[in-house]
């Protein structure tokens, strides 16, 4: 982050060398609090702070924040500049008696041990492979899927009854 003299001065080499090579863990902990109003650790709250061995880019702008999937699991920290970086936060479940509503509502999209079909989607292309359900979970939901016999299970994201997604950035 620049500071305010560096905002009138941007040429100047020193503002330049002001700036810290990486993103602050620290304030995107911020960020993140600011967005649920909880704090990391307690329920509606980031599971666990920003991981502080991330070199993410400084942001010149403050890093955006937005739900990913379904609100109250996991929150989207993007950096807006030009070839910015997206990073996703875990939460704690708001409280057990809503996390054991919202499941018993929520249609399942898989149950445990059935076979799903998994596509890796990246810039310009998309994979498919047949996975086996290692959790069942219902739609938006990230679920744990293996790939193949001794595989290491993978996380993928559930768009549809049978079909999971793990987009690349």
Request: aromatic letters at 4%; one cysteine or more.
């Amino acid at each position: 982050m620049r500071t305010p003299a560096c905002l009138l001065l941007l040429s100047a080499p020193a503002c330049l060398a002001a700036q810290p090579p990486f993103a602050d863990p620290a304030a995107l902990d911020r960020v993140v609090e600011q967005f649920t109003g909880v704090p990391v650790g307690q329920p509606g709250g980031a599971r666990e702070p920003v991981d502080r061995r991330l070199r993410l880019r400084p942001c010149g702008a403050s890093p955006q924040a937005s739900w990913h999937g379904a609100p109250g699991r996991t929150v989207m920290l993007a950096c807006p500049d030009g070839g910015g970086w997206r990073i996703y936060v875990n939460l704690l479940p708001a409280s057990a008696a809503a996390s054991a509503t919202a499941s018993a509502t929520a249609q399942p999209a898989v149950k445990r041990g059935e076979s799903l079909t998994v596509v890796v989607r990246g810039q310009g292309f998309a994979i498919r492979r047949s996975a086996e359900a290692l959790q069942g979970g219902a739609v938006g939901e990230w679920i744990a899927v293996r790939t193949g016999p001794g595989s290491d299970p993978i996380r993928a994201r559930l768009i549809q009854p049978g079909m999971a997604e793990v987009a690349l950035p």
